[in-house]
């Protein structure tokens, strides 16, 4: 069993930035891949960014204004927790961010865990 605890979020100008945290419970962090995925309000879930079980390599999604080079994903596995560094956010970053933990190193397959959530607010 794997418990996951969101914080970070919070209400933001339009170019500001934050970093959201995951605190991961149990043994089993360091051998899993971590995944950060929004939902907006009226929208589906959708997958932002995941990073594999030693940080190393770590992918984003594309959207129409690139995630890849405001987002960034980073982890401390000392400290059972995945980070998602938001930068020059914008009014459509609005969403709830869920932290996830694959059942896999690499991310491959879908999320065995999720977190509860936090509220990123940005306003123009």
């Known amino acids: 069993q794997v418990q996951l605890v969101e914080s970070g979020g919070g209400l933001v100008q339009a170019g500001g930035s934050l970093r959201l945290s995951c605190a991961a419970s149990?043994?089993?962090?360091?051998?899993?891949?971590m995944g950060w995925f929004r939902q907006a309000p009226g929208k589906e879930r959708e997958f932002v960014a995941a990073?594999?079980?030693?940080?190393?390599?770590?992918?984003?999604?594309d959207f129409a204004d690139s995630v890849k080079g405001r987002f960034t994903a980073f982890r401390d596995n000392a400290k059972n927790t995945v980070y998602l560094q938001l930068n020059r956010l914008n009014p459509e970053d609005t969403a709830i961010y869920y932290c996830?933990?694959?059942?896999?190193?690499?991310?491959?397959?879908?999320?065995?865990?999720w977190g509860q959530g936090t509220q990123v607010t940005v306003s123009s």
């Open positions: 996830a933990a694959y059942n896999s190193p690499q991310g491959t397959g879908v999320p065995e865990y």
């Open positions: 990073i594999n079980w030693a940080g190393g390599s770590s992918y984003y999604a």
């Open positions: 149990g043994r089993t962090f360091s051998s899993r891949a």
